[in-house]
């Protein structure tokens, strides 16, 4: 046995060193509820211990793991805390916590079944389950990969793969080059990422044609161009700056018979679906062929947890297909040909242990709950001298505005100022606007009112400043 190999083993099986680490993850967890939102500016400049140049020996485990608690944690962003409404950030259930903490210990890659039983049993349970609660087709497979940016990637080359070969060209033997052109057509406001997946597959961002939407960033139903089998439709469900969903059954009357690939993405929103009192919006999704959605923001499981769900199982695995001699495919799932990776986290086990632990009942409620503190948020706002609500509060986001741009910024920027809580700034409709995101299920009505009078105070001063 070397030096090294009798160090590693004695810390491997240190339980105190992981114990104790345990017990300050709780720690901050508990701090979580009453520190600052945003790091200050001292921890912030305590960074700088980490400029160092590589380490030529080693160190003990304690003492890095010692440095990394003491100075990184102070410079985290507390989105565990319930004031976070930045993005859209979801927080982490205690079950998820602990079953990726289990399952950090197991460190599985899950490519095939044959490297990881548990997790290809486990994929294959929630797949189920995912189906049911979204109201999919039983054709329906799913992929667990890192996010909704992956899972947009994976459910447009799915739609590309089974376009081409509806019209005759392998596109994974023959590539873009000379191929017949395919049509992108999708709303305004259609999320960045979607963007990115666009331009990774060879489409260009140039060949989207964009139809206008409307008040609430939906797309307008009547402004679709006539969709035909070369057309892949992206719709939104969740629109990232007012949360809106798209008018599935309109879309759908128009679109279904086309022979168009159709992706619906629902990062966060697909979750209403989940909601008795919300799945209205989400009504018709049933039709599309392919859906993003995230674990890790409404339903929060750690982060990075992303699911794409395709009705066309060829499809999506003929996208995402690889071969190799030394390949085990089992007769039972083995997730690498649902996902661009190969070795992949066993991120199964979160989701999983999210889901079991709020059963169907639960996340209703914390779906529920998200969209009343959201909604809470903004009669709170509504009520502020100079402040106005730009969108119909129909989910989990408020978009927020001053008077003038220059107004919202100085609000936006105080109010971070405050750390009392976090929220982001964006461009809407042609205003600068204040964004906020309600996704964790910590946030309390407290915490949303103590929150909303932050608002209030910089927003006396500011206009106490104007005044005087
Ligand atoms: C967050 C988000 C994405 C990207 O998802 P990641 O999990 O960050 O990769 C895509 N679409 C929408 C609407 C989002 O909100």
């Avoid at 054709?139 to 739609?159: E, I, K, M, R, W």
């Avoid at 392998?170 to 963007?195: D, M, Y």
């Avoid at 331009?199 to 009547?222: K, N």
Wanted: with cysteine.
């Amino acid at each position: 046995m070397t030096d090294l190999q009798k160090r590693l083993m004695e810390d491997q099986l240190n339980t105190e060193l992981f114990q104790e680490l345990v017990h300050q993850g709780v720690a901050y967890l508990r701090e979580a509820r009453q520190r600052h939102v945003y790091p200050t500016a001292e921890a912030l400049e305590q960074l700088s211990v980490f400029d160092e140049p590589l380490p030529v020996h080693a160190a003990a485990a304690k003492t890095i793991l010692h440095q990394l608690h003491q100075v990184g944690a102070p410079a985290t962003v507390t989105s565990a805390g319930g004031r976070y409404f930045g993005f859209v950030t979801g927080g982490a259930l205690p079950a998820g916590i602990g079953a990726k903490l289990l399952g950090t210990f197991w460190d599985q890659g899950t490519a095939m079944q044959v490297m990881s039983p548990i997790a290809a049993k486990l994929e294959g349970v929630v797949e189920k389950w995912l189906k049911q609660i979204f109201g999919l087709p039983d054709s329906t497979v799913a992929g667990f990969v890192t996010g909704s940016s992956a899972a947009n990637l994976c459910g447009l080359a799915a739609g590309r793969f089974r376009l081409y070969q509806n019209l005759g060209w392998e596109v994974a033997r023959k590539g873009l080059v000379n191929a017949p052109s395919l049509k992108i057509v999708t709303g305004r406001e259609a999320h960045s990422t979607l963007l990115k997946a666009i331009s990774l597959l060879g489409f260009g961002v140039d060949s989207i044609t964009y139809v206008d939407t409307d008040d609430q960033g939906r797309l307008r139903p009547e402004l679709l161009p006539e969709p035909d089998d070369r057309t892949v439709l992206i719709l939104q469900a969740g629109n990232v700056n007012s949360g809106s969903f798209d008018d599935f059954r309109a879309i759908a009357a128009r679109a279904e018979k086309a022979g168009a690939w159709v992706h619906i993405d629902g990062a966060f929103g697909l979750w209403a679906a989940a909601a008795q009192k919300l799945s209205y919006l989400t009504d018709g999704i049933g039709f599309a062929h392919s859906w993003a959605v995230d674990g890790h923001k409404t339903l929060n499981t750690p982060y990075d947890c992303g699911i794409v769900l395709c009705r066309d199982p060829e499809a999506l695995r003929g996208a995402l297909h690889m071969q190799g001699g030394y390949l085990v495919t089992g007769a039972q799932r083995d997730g690498m040909f649902f996902t661009p990776d190969m070795s992949r986290r066993a991120r199964i086990l979160e989701l999983w242990a999210v889901m079991k632990y709020l059963g169907q009942a639960g996340i209703d409620e914390l779906v529920t709950t998200l969209h009343e503190r959201a909604c809470q948020f903004a009669r709170g706002l509504a009520e502020v001298p100079g402040i106005s609500i730009l969108n119909d509060v129909v989910f989990n986001q408020v978009v927020v505005a001053a008077d003038s741009d220059e107004m919202t910024e100085r609000l936006l920027q105080r109010v971070q100022e405050q750390r009392v809580c976090w929220v982001g700034g964006s461009s809407w409709r042609g205003r600068r606007v204040i964004r906020i995101s309600v996704c964790s299920w910590a946030t309390t009505e407290e915490d949303v009112a103590v929150s909303v009078k932050s608002f209030e105070k910089v927003m006396r001063t500011l206009q106490t400043a104007q005044g005087g």
